[in-house]
């Protein structure tokens, strides 16, 4: 059974950083994508940033493009998201995920997800 289990995210202050990581289980995806889409309150899930399977090619949206680097350990089968100079407008739910393709630009693109973790940035 294939689980994938975030953690690290809590609440924060403007400016401060967080490390999210999720450790996959039950298979290897060592080939495969992986990436973190965030939702905040009555908005879709989106995506925030993506990496290919050897980690050589990443991909972020603009608005996190400069201040969050992801990253992945293929020994660990786990991926990871440094977010430096957090913003409010960054509080959501972070959710991991695992897709078969790349670059990862949608829900539709994904295979499967964590459960979520909440970051939430005070003014």
């Known amino acids: 059974q294939v689980q994938l289990v975030e953690s690290g995210g809590g609440l924060v202050q403007t400016g401060d950083s967080l490390r999210l990581s999720c450790a996959a289980s039950?298979?290897?995806?060592?080939?495969?994508?992986m990436g973190w889409f965030r939702q905040a309150p009555g908005e879709e899930r989106k995506v925030v940033a993506a990496?290919?399977?050897?980690?050589?090619?990443?991909y972020y949206v603009d608005s996190v493009e400069g201040r969050f680097t992801i990253s992945r350990d293929n020994a660990r089968n786990t991926v990871y998201l440094q977010m430096n100079s957090l913003k409010p407008e960054d509080t959501a739910v972070y959710y991991c995920?695992?897709?078969?393709?790349?670059?990862?630009?949608?829900?539709?693109?994904?295979?499967?997800w964590g459960q979520g973790t909440q970051v939430t940035v005070s003014s």
């Open positions: 995920t695992v897709s078969s393709r790349y670059p990862i630009m949608d829900v539709r693109d994904c295979d499967y």
């Open positions: 039950g298979r290897t995806f060592s080939t495969y994508a």
């Open positions: 990496i290919n399977w050897s980690g050589a090619r990443t």
